[in-house]
């Protein structure tokens, strides 16, 4: 397999993906300390943060994204600004709805996680013609956005396809069968995620289904699990690449309801509970860790600072580049990500605070957690 691509990253990025854990000094690392002495403001601490969110179907928005932006926008603001948070169910029409609400409300700044990337992009242009800033977070949307802070996407496939190869031994071959499930179509990420993957996946594998599975949803992996089963036959599949954890769920239910009770390895994405305890269970291989309350203070310090007119600290936040479709340059903080398998999840998810031993390790987890050295 060769080797990962090199990053389009800042030293300052380097430095922190050199380091296993992620922790939230991660984001005084950059530097960043300013005040409102650094600028001219052009809005006070009473600040509004739009913050919309795409789907509640990964746990993660509302355990991690929601609150840690609420917090650190209070923090930001000697606890007079505050978040005003929608989440779309996965429906673009009523994320779109949601973007004119705060367009009329006139809230200072929108950080946007789009459900369909490209639907959005009319809305986006409208909150501009409104004069409200719109950072796209975790997922870049089209239109003319003033920012966009998420993970490198693609290296996250990368390390999913390369832990993939590991995970099927060093006798793995063109020959042997895979089925590959893909997220969202209407999600960009899911499209770099998946050229990541390929990047390691093509030539050395045989990929003998793939899907792209319609809202990310773990019932519909579920179901395309079971189509790929019939198709290849449960014996013949020696590995399933999945984009994320609650597909991953969906994906082992299908082949335990198959019968199948020697499960080939999977891989996942998020670190959501569920999936570290599958991983230290056995039943999912790996999972790729990434560290949201950095991305979610990172990208409030990057709406309060754009609000309030602190060039320096914005700047200092978006040392990174990306392109959309729609937009060329456009400033950026890429964060860094980990592939968490049994060997890290002391590391990872407990030494960041994720997640405490006890939720980890509860009920029949329990013996598992033991095997691993995980103990109290």
């Not at 789907?55 to 355990?63: P, Q």
């Not at 030539?203 to 790929?228: F, H, L």
């Not at 013949?236 to 020697?262: F, H, P, R």
């Not at 950026?332 to 592939?339: D, E, G, H, S, T």
């Amino acid at each position: 397999m060769r080797p990962l691509r090199p990053l389009r990253r800042t030293a300052t990025a380097v430095a922190a993906a050199s380091t296993m854990t992620l922790s939230l000094a991660a984001c005084g690392a950059l530097g960043v300390t300013g005040d409102s002495s650094e600028a001219s403001p052009t809005k006070g601490d009473d600040v509004t943060v739009g913050l919309l969110l795409p789907e509640t179907a990964n746990t993660r928005y509302d355990k991690f994204d929601y609150p840690i932006i609420k917090n650190k926008v209070a923090e930001l603001t000697d606890k007079q600004g505050q978040v005003d948070y929608r989440n779309a169910d996965a429906d673009a029409e009523k994320q779109a709805n949601q973007l004119q609400q705060m367009i009329n409300d006139q809230v200072d700044v929108i950080l946007l996680d789009a459900v369909d990337a490209h639907a959005i992009a009319d809305g986006v242009q409208k909150a501009k013609d409104a004069g409200i800033p719109v950072i796209a977070y975790d997922r870049l949307a089209e239109g003319p956005i003033d920012a966009y802070v998420s993970f490198d996407n693609e290296l996250v496939g990368e390390v999913q396809g390369r832990s993939l190869m590991e995970a099927m031994g060093p006798n793995v071959d063109s020959s042997d069968k895979i089925v590959m499930m893909n997220g969202s179509p209407t999600d960009p990420n899911a499209k770099q995620f998946k050229a990541g993957a390929l990047s390691e996946l093509n030539g050395s594998v045989d990929i003998a289904k793939r899907y792209d599975t319609k809202d990310w949803k773990p019932e519909n992996a579920q179901a395309n699990m079971t189509e790929a089963i019939k198709a290849i036959g449960a014996n013949n599949i020696k590995g399933v690449y999945s984009a994320n954890d609650g597909m991953a769920g969906g994906i082992i239910k299908a082949l335990q309801a198959e019968g199948v009770t020697d499960l080939p390895p999977i891989t996942g994405q998020d670190a959501e509970l569920d999936a570290v305890q599958r991983i230290l269970s056995g039943e999912q291989y790996m999972s790729v860790y990434k560290s949201y309350p950095q991305e979610a203070e990172s990208a409030a310090e990057m709406a309060v600072a754009k609000v309030q007119g602190k060039d320096i600290q914005f700047d200092s936040l978006t040392q990174d580049q990306v392109d959309s479709p729609t937009a060329k340059d456009i400033p950026a903080l890429l964060v860094p990500v980990v592939a968490l398998t049994k060997k890290n999840v002391k590391q990872t998810v407990l030494a960041d605070g994720i997640y405490e031993l006890s939720e980890i390790c509860a009920g029949e987890y329990k013996s598992a957690c033991a095997q691993a050295g995980l103990t109290e």
